[in-house]
């Protein structure tokens, strides 16, 4: 994303809108530090939670610029999740998702990300949260069957399993979603952001998918699949086939609107609407920057 489409995007984001010259600011005074302060800073995430932030750190950073990257996903997790429920982080990264649900919700988390050096951030993360005994984070991959995998490890956000034109290449541990869940008790959301190998996480997770427990799926399906030669339609004929349907989710008036089908990042799938619009109704409101909502 070169300069002139991040400004773009910081300025249109819906935490910035109203301040546009500020979150310019932001964004130029992190190019500054950047330059003249090797070191990672700590960022106030929420008034409950922290994030460390480094240069290099693309999602991280736009939290920084944005309050939340993903300003729907984001506080569909906030408004919905309780401290009873468990939440399924699957392509954690540095673990923003898993710090907004394990430190700002206080929800049992577990916390999946399979590039060793990546997973270092993430475990640095829980540690400033002090979220140890809230979050079990596991340095593997999922996928539809235990075994081994290539990965890409050089490419921030956008690492993924290794095709034959990769380079970089680690192997990671592989296991399914309905194994790690044996002994556990059922998530009732689950985020899925795994860079095109959606279709093997969900053929792992069968049984999960099926759980009453289970109410909503954040999954990015931006065409990443095809390079595996994946549908993306097919994930969501799946998804549909267990009664979970795509939504927008506006946080700002707390509606949930049902959509034709999935978007082109981010997709809200959810099941027992009724149930999920009470909640979302009743949660109490999140400070992020200047903006209570």
């Given at each position: 994303?070169?300069?002139?489409?991040?400004?773009?995007?910081?300025?249109?984001?819906?935490?910035?809108r109203?301040?546009?010259?500020?979150?310019?600011?932001?964004?130029?005074?992190?190019?500054?530090?950047?330059?003249?302060?090797?070191?990672?800073?700590?960022?106030?995430?929420?008034?409950?939670?922290?994030?460390?932030?480094?240069?290099?750190?693309?999602?991280?950073?736009?939290?920084?610029?944005?309050?939340?990257?993903?300003?729907?996903?984001?506080?569909?997790?906030?408004?919905?999740?309780?401290?009873?429920?468990?939440?399924i982080?699957?392509?954690?990264?540095?673990g923003?998702?898993?710090v907004?649900?394990?430190?700002?919700?206080?929800?049992?988390?577990?916390?999946?990300?399979?590039?060793p050096?990546?997973?270092k951030?993430?475990?640095n993360?829980?540690?400033?949260?002090?979220?140890?005994?809230?979050?079990?984070a596991?340095?593997?991959?999922?996928?539809?069957?235990?075994?081994?995998?290539?990965?890409?490890?050089?490419?921030d956000?956008?690492?993924?399993?290794?095709?034959?034109?990769?380079?970089?290449?680690?192997?990671?541990?592989?296991?399914?979603?309905?194994?790690?869940?044996?002994d556990?008790?059922?998530?009732?959301?689950?985020?899925?952001?795994?860079?095109?190998?959606?279709?093997?996480?969900?053929n792992?997770?069968?049984?999960?998918?099926?759980?009453?427990?289970?109410?909503a799926?954040?999954?990015?399906?931006?065409?990443?699949?095809?390079?595996?030669?994946?549908?993306?339609?097919?994930?969501?004929?799946?998804?549909?086939?267990?009664?979970?349907?795509?939504?927008?989710?506006?946080?700002?008036?707390?509606?949930?609107?049902?959509?034709?089908c999935?978007?082109?990042?981010?997709?809200?799938?959810i099941?027992?609407?009724d149930?999920?619009?009470?909640?979302?109704e009743?949660?109490?409101?999140?400070?992020?920057?200047?903006?209570?909502?």
């Amino acid at each position: 994303m070169n300069i002139v489409t991040l400004s773009r995007f910081i300025i249109n984001h819906p935490l910035n809108r109203k301040n546009k010259t500020k979150s310019l600011i932001r964004f130029f005074k992190w190019q500054i530090n950047t330059i003249i302060n090797p070191y990672p800073i700590v960022y106030t995430f929420t008034e409950k939670s922290k994030l460390i932030i480094k240069k290099g750190m693309t999602g991280a950073t736009q939290n920084l610029y944005c309050g939340l990257h993903d300003f729907n996903e984001m506080f569909f997790l906030l408004h919905f999740l309780r401290k009873e429920d468990l939440f399924i982080d699957i392509g954690a990264n540095i673990g923003s998702y898993t710090v907004l649900a394990a430190s700002h919700i206080e929800a049992d988390t577990i916390s999946i990300e399979p590039v060793p050096s990546t997973f270092k951030h993430l475990i640095n993360n829980i540690s400033i949260n002090q979220i140890h005994n809230k979050v079990k984070a596991l340095n593997i991959a999922l996928g539809s069957k235990k075994g081994s995998i290539a990965f890409t490890s050089t490419m921030d956000t956008m690492n993924h399993v290794a095709t034959d034109s990769d380079k970089n290449i680690i192997n990671v541990n592989v296991d399914t979603l309905d194994n790690l869940l044996l002994d556990n008790k059922k998530p009732a959301l689950i985020k899925i952001d795994v860079e095109g190998f959606e279709t093997e996480v969900l053929n792992g997770a069968i049984s999960t998918i099926n759980e009453n427990n289970l109410k909503a799926i954040i999954i990015e399906l931006n065409g990443s699949g095809d390079r595996y030669g994946y549908s993306e339609m097919k994930i969501h004929e799946t998804l549909t086939s267990v009664g979970f349907n795509p939504y927008f989710y506006d946080p700002i008036t707390r509606q949930i609107k049902l959509t034709d089908c999935f978007g082109k990042n981010n997709t809200i799938y959810i099941r027992d609407i009724d149930f999920v619009k009470k909640r979302l109704e009743k949660a109490e409101k999140v400070k992020i920057l200047t903006d209570n909502i």
